[in-house]
């Protein structure tokens, strides 16, 4: 006789990061990872492949008839189900993608009870952080400015910031999670300011979001390494993560124009536009 199957395993829990590029999110990763029962990870293609299969099972494929809402959302989920099947020591999975915040609908279709962490800094900081990347390649060209070499800051900074551009699209993607209706109970908003100023604060109001029991991180030696990515866009250090856990002061590399510009969107920061009591850390 077969041999009795072994005693099936908790459903796994899945949860997502979004938000701001340079805004913490590769750092809450490897946090998180100092954890035994989690996964996390930078940016996956995860997202980008179910836009693909929502395209595909669309009326853009004359075929389309024959699908139902109810085996598209049974693929979507599967996706995500299948795509972290080899991390079977993982009890919670955190899934990596600027995308997510503009999908809140999307995730609570497929997963009610998911959790959405959004890294937010200062707008003109990340600018600055995306900028002081550049400079620190003169002699090679990134991805994220379709390798155009004659660029200069404010042609960059235009770039970024276009709706579409790498910036200007998970602003308004996080802005659009805020203030959804979907942002009640699943969205919480995670400061860069707090989590490099006060760690364990800032760790402690995550686990508490996610319903987690607490587990005790080592802020002070912290490993993660993207070099690969990071190198294959023209970007070495996109992904880089300090083993100590720690505010850096620093002046804006920016000219004055550009950083006053970008220096009051913090929209977060109002407690008058929180309509949805997001919590904010």
Not at 95 to 105: G, I, K, N, Q, V
Request: glycine residues 6%.
């Amino acid at each position: 006789m077969p041999a009795a199957h072994d005693a099936a395993k908790p459903a796994r829990t899945f949860h997502f990061i979004s938000g701001l590029p340079r805004s913490g999110s590769t750092l809450l990763a490897a946090i998180l990872n100092q954890n035994p029962r989690f996964r996390a990870g930078m940016t996956s293609p995860l997202a980008d492949i179910m836009g693909v299969v929502i395209a595909e099972a669309s009326s853009k494929n004359d075929f389309s008839f024959d699908v139902s809402d109810e085996q598209r959302a049974a693929m979507l989920r599967g996706l995500v189900e299948n795509f972290y099947a080899g991390q079977a020591d993982a009890g919670v999975v955190f899934d990596t993608s600027r995308l997510w915040c503009s999908r809140m609908p999307l995730l609570d279709a497929l997963f009610p009870g998911a959790k959405v962490i959004a890294c937010v800094r200062q707008l003109s900081w990340v600018l600055d952080s995306m900028e002081r990347l550049v400079r620190k390649q003169p002699v090679n060209v990134s991805k994220v400015f379709r390798f155009d070499t004659n660029t200069t800051v404010y042609s960059r900074v235009e770039a970024l910031t276009d709706p579409r551009g790498m910036v200007g699209f998970a602003f308004q993607a996080t802005k659009d999670a805020f203030y959804g209706q979907y942002a009640p109970g699943h969205l919480l908003l995670l400061t860069y300011e707090s989590l490099v100023r006060n760690p364990s604060a800032a760790m402690r109001a995550v686990y508490q979001f996610i319903g987690e029991p607490w587990f005790e991180h080592d802020f002070d030696n912290l490993a993660f390494s993207a070099d690969e990515f990071d190198a294959r866009v023209g970007m070495p250090g996109l992904h880089s993560v300090r083993p100590k856990v720690e505010p850096i002061e620093r002046t804006s590399i920016l000219p004055r124009e550009i950083f006053a510009r970008f220096v009051n969107e913090s929209f977060w920061m109002d407690p008058k536009n929180n309509v949805s009591q997001v919590p904010i850390v």
